[in-house]
């Protein structure tokens, strides 16, 4: 314990633990994703779906448990992070000039944010049902839910917007979590990342798919 505690206590061992969580992370969104994508074979495909995940009963749970603990262990790591690089660096650099630094890399804090209200609002929206902006949830019915639910403008934008937010999340995340954990040496070419590349767009495409077929009439 003492050791495990020690470990987590360095920079190095909350880095460790943001990679391992977010590679879990990754491994949902890209199963989540294809499921979603039942949504395309209509009602029958997607609801038979449903209803076979939630028929494996304690599989799920155990499921359930470890993104929960991955997504709460990811996010607080980031959060000491934060504060320690903040602490060993009080004042700013006056000049800075990051080796590599995208787009993504800069909005991983904001993006993370972002998400993290996005699981939250998603959950309540699609497996509670306690908010229901089409005024009806089932939960027998997932397509209906999501057809019912993306015909509106302002839930199809909020899920657009936020799955941007994944993609340029994971583009970076899915680059720096194998870097993290040691599995991948330094890249000499620090810019070529073309592994991270396809799973941010797949998992982008394969997401915004969804909401952008129904609000545009193609899902219905
Ligand atoms: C456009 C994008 C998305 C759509 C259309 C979508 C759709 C859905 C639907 C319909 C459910 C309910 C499934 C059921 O009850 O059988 C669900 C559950 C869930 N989604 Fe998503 N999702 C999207 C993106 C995401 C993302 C990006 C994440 C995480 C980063 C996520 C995390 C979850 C979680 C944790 C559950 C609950 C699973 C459970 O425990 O039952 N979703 N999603």
């Keep these: 314990m003492g050791r495990l505690r020690k470990f987590y206590g360095s920079m190095v061992g909350k880095k460790v633990?943001?990679?391992?969580?977010?590679?879990i992370g990754i491994g949902f969104v890209i199963l989540h994703s294809l499921g979603n994508l039942l949504v395309?074979?209509?009602?029958?495909?997607?609801?038979?779906?449903?209803h076979?995940?939630?028929?494996?009963?304690?599989?799920?749970?155990?499921?359930?448990?470890?993104?929960?603990?991955?997504?709460?262990?990811?996010?607080?790591a980031a959060i000491q992070l934060t504060r320690q690089s903040r602490a060993a660096?009080?004042?700013?650099?006056?000049?800075?000039?990051?080796?590599?630094?995208?787009?993504a890399s800069r909005t991983m804090r904001w993006g993370g944010a972002l998400l993290?209200?996005?699981?939250?609002?998603?959950?309540?929206?699609?497996?509670?049902?306690?908010?229901?902006?089409a005024g009806v949830f089932s939960r027998e019915d997932v397509y209906a839910n999501v057809v019912t639910s993306f015909r509106i403008w302002w839930v199809t934008l909020f899920y657009v917007v936020a799955m941007v937010a994944l993609g340029l999340h994971l583009f970076h995340g899915a680059w720096s979590s194998v870097r993290s954990i040691g599995v991948s040496p330094p890249s000499p070419q620090p810019l070529h990342r073309r592994l991270s590349l396809v799973i941010a767009v797949f998992v982008w495409a394969a997401f915004?798919?969804?909401?952008?077929?129904?609000?545009?009439?193609?899902v219905r």
């Design 40 to 50: 395309f074979r209509g009602p029958e495909a997607i609801n038979s779906y449903s």
């Design 116 to 133: 993290l209200v996005f699981i939250v609002v998603h959950i309540l929206h699609f497996t509670t049902g306690n908010i229901r902006p």
């Design 52 to 76: 076979f995940l939630k028929s494996t009963g304690e599989l799920l749970w155990t499921l359930r448990v470890v993104l929960f603990l991955a997504v709460i262990l990811h996010v607080v």
């Design 17 to 23: 633990v943001m990679g391992v969580t977010g590679l």
């Design 208 to 218: 915004t798919a969804v909401p952008v077929a129904v609000f545009s009439g193609i």
């Design 89 to 103: 660096r009080p004042i700013g650099y006056t000049k800075r000039e990051a080796q590599v630094a995208t787009i």
